[in-house]
């Protein structure tokens, strides 16, 4: 059976509208992306999509409340909210660097959240 | 207190003009901001998706920010923060600028050069005229992020949003990620405002629904929202009588548009474009009053801040160049006689604006960047750049839309033979 699906490429601000083939639910042709990642975007999409998620978590003795973060690599698209929630349970002690680890390993996915902004001690 | 050239606004455009500015050997110069802390809108847009051009990589607002926060320190350009400028005007050769804080109370800075560099502003209901009740719970969605974001506290918890514009989209996913229930995305055009990667991300992947071509037409609640009224529009944009759905909700968020900001430039006198709403600037990205220069969303409303940075980059480049002019000639630089003989840049059959408007060709590098954004969406479209019966530049788009910013390339040897004054015809021809 030919199935065939449309995507909007995430990978840049560019937003390709790729078009992919499937036969019998594999994939023998992908068209419409201007570069690879389209290509690599469609394909992890089919098979295990994944996203990056950007959050806060809370932050004791700074000059702000919180301090955003992000999951250092893509996680499971399913895991979106469940990430969220795990760092909802999160609090860091104020100095914040950029980079610093506030959760290793989020929901098992081997995948650590790591702060986005710096957040100085007062 | 006296400046080769102040800078007013310390987000990226304001950044990337300084550093710029200071690698191209200005000394003297300083940079205004009015919040608390370098960065600006960029500290509250926690998402990823910046940078890509810029530094190769994906980087979330904070981190983008942060790369150039280090590069101005590391360039040791002086800031003052918390300082709101009130006032600018232009005495002879100075251009006096009116600032303000706490610290320092109210004080003139006479400079011979400065940036426009204030970013822009949200279309706020009083400006979109929704008619209903005045209840809390009504928020431009910059708001909305500012209090999620920096601030660590919900809006609400039931949300309809208004205006397909990018903030809006990403507030979409942000506060469904926070545990708010998103009802639905209301766009009064026929399209969305926002870029086709946020449409996908922010709303496909919540199966929040985008309503184009809907628009609120009544809002119920005394103190809080209570409901938000929908209702379809048909092609001159106005309501269809019984195609009315309520949305139970207690927010609702507004991404109506981004109006640059320029009360500054008005008390200044300098000439502004009626469709962006900024300044009109030339190759140098100079207004119309000499050594005072424009960028970023001041300029007109970019979509990535990468784009920003490097306009910005270019200003500040200018700026300096302006100021070594100015050393040695003694006199004023910049917009001299040859802005009469300047090429004037004009958009016509769906280009709605180019940035710069004009093009002194003896000016210019080797190539300009013109940037512009298109009225509606074209499919399989060419965009004709042509001179009287000459056409400069004809390039094949498979896709252009309203919410993503275009840009084409002129060359200086193509420009310098047209005739002084020529005008430049930016269009689509499908």
Do not use: W
Request: hydrophobic residues 40%; aromatic residues 4%; glycine residues 10%.
């Amino acid at each position: 059976m030919t199935e065939v699906k449309e995507f909007t490429c995430i990978r840049c601000p560019l937003g390709c509208n790729v078009r992919a083939t499937l036969e019998d639910g594999k994939i023998t042709e992908i068209t419409g992306n201007t570069c690879p990642r389209g290509a690599d975007y469609v394909t992890k999409e089919l098979t295990d999509p994944r996203r990056i998620v950007t959050s806060l978590v809370k932050v004791s003795g700074g000059e702000l409340p919180v301090v955003s973060v992000k999951t250092a690599a893509d996680i499971p698209k399913g895991d979106m909210q469940r990430c969220v929630q795990e760092l909802k349970a999160v609090e860091v002690k104020a100095p914040v660097r950029i980079g610093d680890v506030v959760l290793a390993n989020v929901c098992g996915s081997g995948v650590d959240v790591v702060a986005t902004s710096n957040v100085a001690a007062v | 207190m006296t400046k080769d050239l102040v800078i007013i606004g310390g987000g990226p455009a304001g950044l990337a003009a300084a550093v710029a500015a200071r690698k191209a050997g200005v000394q003297d110069l300083l940079i205004l901001e009015r919040d608390n802390r370098l960065g600006g809108i960029l500290n509250q847009c926690i998402h990823n998706g910046f940078g890509l051009h810029t530094f190769k990589e994906e980087l979330t607002g904070p981190e983008y920010a942060e790369r150039f926060i280090r590069q101005a320190a590391e360039l040791q350009i002086p800031y003052k923060l918390s300082t709101m400028v009130v006032d600018l005007r232009a005495e002879g050769p100075d251009r006096v600028v009116t600032a303000m804080s706490r610290k320092d109370g109210i004080y003139e800075i006479r400079a011979k050069s400065v940036v426009l560099a204030m970013g822009c502003r949200e279309r706020s209901r009083g400006a979109l005229n929704i008619p209903g009740y005045r209840p809390a719970g009504i928020y431009t969605a910059g708001t909305a992020q500012r209090y999620v974001n920096i601030e660590g506290r919900m809006p609400g918890r039931s949300v309809v949003i208004l205006g397909s514009g990018d903030i809006g989209l990403i507030m979409a996913r942000r506060m469904t990620l926070e545990g708010a229930k998103v009802q639905c995305v209301a766009e009064l055009q026929p399209y969305s405002g926002g870029l086709k990667r946020n449409i996908a991300q922010c709303l496909n992947d919540f199966d929040i629904p985008l309503l184009l071509s809907h628009t609120v037409v009544d809002i119920k609640g005394k103190e809080r929202v209570e409901s938000v009224t929908i209702a379809e529009v048909d092609e001159h944009l106005k309501p269809i009588p019984g195609t009315e759905t309520e949305y139970p909700c207690d927010t609702l968020l507004l991404s109506c548009g981004l109006l640059p900001e320029n009360e500054l430039s008005g008390k200044l006198g300098v000439p502004l474009s009626p469709i962006t709403g900024g300044p009109l600037v030339n190759e140098s990205f100079e207004t119309g009053v000499s050594g005072v220069f424009a960028c970023g969303n001041v300029l007109h409303v970019h979509d990535l801040v990468d784009y920003v940075s490097e306009e910005a980059s270019a200003a500040g480049e200018q700026a300096a160049k302006y100021l070594t002019e100015l050393s040695e000639t003694s006199q004023n630089a910049g917009q001299d006689a040859s802005a009469e003989k300047a090429l004037r840049l004009r958009g016509q059959n769906g280009v709605r604006y180019t940035v710069p408007a004009t093009i002194r060709p003896d000016h210019m590098a080797d190539t300009q960047v013109i940037r512009f954004r298109v009225g509606a969406n074209f499919r399989d479209a060419t965009i004709r750049v042509s001179a009287g019966d000459q056409v400069l530049l004809s390039r094949k788009k498979n896709v252009l839309a309203p919410g993503e910013m275009e840009q084409l390339v002129l060359k200086k040897a193509d420009l310098e033979q047209l005739p002084a004054g020529s005008e430049i015809v930016f269009e689509i021809a499908q």
